[in-house]
Every structure is written in structure tokens, then in C-alpha cells.
């Protein structure tokens, strides 16, 4: 039973495809979040909703775009896929009090060939 | 900017010895820490926290210690054990900044 889940757990696709990436958790929690691992594997953050609303965009491209339908679900959408897209994307939630840090899923490593 | 650093990429230590992970940190906005804990294939799961109120916290074999001063935490595990071989991250954030600013991450290898 996760908490947090994310699915594909893996994708490959050529350049210029455009692919979604989905995102759920049973936790309950007011806030998700997506996180983009690079190749230097510093995670930074990229998008924050809190009951679906928009709270966070950190300077991303406008080719990714994150939908959330409830407050149990943020998907990431991307367009136009780069060689440069590739990483490992983590979804997460919390509550806003912040006691107790983030949930996060598994990851979902996207590969652009 | 890298506002969070892990300076040591890796550490490896005895197991039973004591394993000491270090972290500083730029902005003196942030008033919260936290330290997670990730395998490989899997993503990382929260491991201690600490407000800047504290300078210590301790939760079994883990402690967080904060020199807020310094703008330094560590945070170290007593005694190692193989099953703590993992990447560590130390993250931060500020009161209603709705997110955490993480660090690249310190390999520690826990040898038997």
C-alpha cells in the first residue's frame, strides 16, 4: 500500500515526443511536489501545489506542465522532449507545518535518446 | 547558488564506529533542517529533523546537531551498521517558503 506512487517507473522516448508522468498519494496531505534529480544529483524543486492550487514554479521550462486534478494527484506533463530532460523526476507531498519532512515516491527515470 | 552543500561526496566508515555526515548551508533565512535518508532505485524517506530553536535533536542511533553560527549541521549515526550504507541528503528550508532546498547528496559505505 504506498503512500506515494508514481508511474512509469521508467520511460525512454526519442526527442521531441511528448510524455506524462503521473503522481498519487493516499497520505492525505495538503501539498505534492515534483523534484528533478540531475546527473550532479542535486534534487531541486520544480513545481509545489497545495490543494491544487499552483504555490511553486522554479524556473522550468514552459515545455513541463504539471496538473494536479485533486489534491491527491500531480502529474507532469512534458512537451517537446530534450536530450537535456533526461533525469530522474521524484514526486512528494507533506503537510505545511513541515514536521516530518517530505514523502516521496520512487522516481520516474526518463530517458531521451 | 547552491544554498545547501555537502562538501564529502562519500564516507565510509567501521561498522559500530560512528559515522558523521556534515552539511552547510547559505541562507540564513532558513530555520528548518532535515536530513533524509536514500537507497538506490528508491526515493528518499525523511530520517530526523531540526528547528533552528534547537541545537541537537536525537532519535534512537541518529542525532542532529545545528551551529546555527556556523550555519553547519551534522548529523551522525551511533553505532553504524551496513543496513545505513545509502546516499544521505541534508535539506533545508524557510517559514513560508513552501519548499526545501536540498544538498547533493554523501554516500556513506557501512564496511562489517
Known amino acids: 500500500d504506498t503512500a506515494v506512487s508514481q508511474t512509469p517507473k521508467y520511460l525512454v522516448t526519442q526527442m521531441g515526443n511528448d510524455k506524462s508522468i503521473k503522481c498519487e498519494q493516499n497520505l492525505g496531505h495538503d501539498t505534492m511536489y515534483w523534484y528533478k534529480q540531475d546527473s550532479k544529483k542535486f534534487l531541486k524543486i520544480m513545481f509545489s501545489y497545495n490543494n491544487k492550487e499552483l504555490i511553486i514554479n522554479e524556473t522550468v521550462p514552459n515545455r513541463f506542465s504539471p496538473k494536479s486534478p485533486d489534491k491527491a494527484h500531480l502529474n507532469l506533463h512534458i512537451n517537446s522532449l530534450e536530450l537535456g530532460d533526461s533525469a530522474v523526476y521524484f514526486c512528494?507531498?507533506?503537510?505545511?507545518?513541515?514536521?516530518?519532512?517530505?514523502?516521496f515516491g520512487s522516481g520516474t527515470r526518463l530517458t531521451v535518446v | 547558488d547552491q544554498q545547501v552543500k555537502q562538501n564529502s561526496p562519500s564516507l565510509s566508515v567501521q561498522e559500530g564506529r560512528i559515522s558523521i555526515l556534515n552539511c552547510d548551508y547559505t541562507n540564513s533565512m532558513f530555520d528548518y533542517f532535515l536530513w533524509y535518508k536514500k537507497y538506490p532505485a528508491e526515493g528518499p524517506t525523511f530520517l530526523i529533523s531540526?528547528?533552528?530553536?534547537?541545537d541537537k535533536n536525537e532519535d534512537g542511533r541518529f542525532t542532529v546537531f545545528l551551529n546555527k553560527s556556523a550555519k553547519h549541521l551534522s548529523l551522525h549515526i551511533v553505532p553504524s551498521q551496513p543496513g545505513d550504507s545509502a546516499v544521505y541528503f541534508c535539506a533545508a528550508s524557510a517559514r513560508g517558503a513552501g519548499k526545501s532546498t536540498f544538498g547533493d547528496g554523501t554516500t556513506l559505505t557501512v564496511k562489517p
Open positions: 531540526i528547528s533552528s530553536i534547537k
Open positions: 512528494a507531498s507533506s503537510q505545511p507545518d513541515r514536521d516530518g519532512g517530505y514523502t
